[in-house]
């Protein structure tokens, strides 16, 4: 079964800084990933997902991922953060053609402070 | 466009009581999830759908049913409620095709079991 770790509960880090949150995944079969963001009291919404072909995925609000199958990783990336980027990340794996199972990790929590 | 609705979104339940969340979608989804959601540990698959008149467990899936008699409703339930059960519970809707796939959540449901 599919699984994923997030590996920082929680990243604090100053504004126009860069930040990386990290994500590590195991499956058995190939997979889709995916960076869902969740701001305070509300659902979650996609920030980006890697499906098969480039490595390097570009999302919105200027986040992008880099997909490392040797590694099994996918960790999530900003070069300058902004107040408003505060929020819960959650990454997410799904097994191609598979369960249809989408599992989730833990979350990373990102504080952006002045 | 209304996405995915979840009813109600916060209830107070007391011990042993039973209540059912509807989760409706008007994509015309053929996936659907039930997952909840726990400070510190992500969130966690409870059951979910590939079709009208499936379902399948999640990784959570004790003290709770589901049914999809319709393709637009996701239901869950709790026959008897337990403290335990105090969490933030999330439905997703999710479409898969060509190599491609992506889910869309709901606001979420606030239960409190007193």
């Known amino acids: 079964a599919q699984s994923v770790t997030q590996l920082d509960s929680q990243v604090p880090v100053f504004e126009e800084a860069p930040v990386e949150l990290r994500c590590n995944y195991s499956?058995?079969?190939?997979?889709?990933l995916f960076w869902y963001v969740q701001y305070p009291n509300q659902g979650l919404q996609l920030l980006l997902k890697?499906?098969?072909?480039?490595?390097l995925v570009k999302g919105i609000n200027g986040f992008e991922a880099e997909f490392n199958k040797s590694q099994t990783s996918f960790h999530l990336r900003k070069p300058s953060v902004h107040i408003s980027d505060t929020a819960e990340y959650f990454c997410a794996v799904m097994d191609q053609g598979g369960s249809e199972k989408l599992v989730f990790g833990k979350g990373t929590k990102l504080t952006v402070n002045p | 466009n209304a996405g995915v609705t979840q009813t109600p979104k916060f209830r107070v339940l007391k011990t042993g009581q039973s209540m059912t969340l509807l989760c409706a979608q008007d994509m015309n989804h053929e996936y659907m999830y039930w997952y909840r959601q726990d400070p510190g540990m992500g969130l966690r698959l409870i059951h979910y759908?590939?079709?009208?008149?499936?379902?399948a467990k999640g990784e959570v899936p004790d003290g709770y049913n589901v049914s999809r008699l319709k393709k637009q409703n996701f239901l869950l339930g709790l026959e008897s409620a337990a403290p335990s059960q105090t969490s933030v519970y999330f439905c997703a809707s999710s479409w898969y095709g060509n190599g491609d796939t992506e889910a869309f959540f709901g606001q979420g449901t606030r239960l409190t079991v007193v």
């Open positions: 499956s058995s079969v190939s997979v889709y």
């Open positions: 759908s590939v079709g009208e008149g499936t379902t």
């Open positions: 890697y499906l098969s072909g480039s490595t």
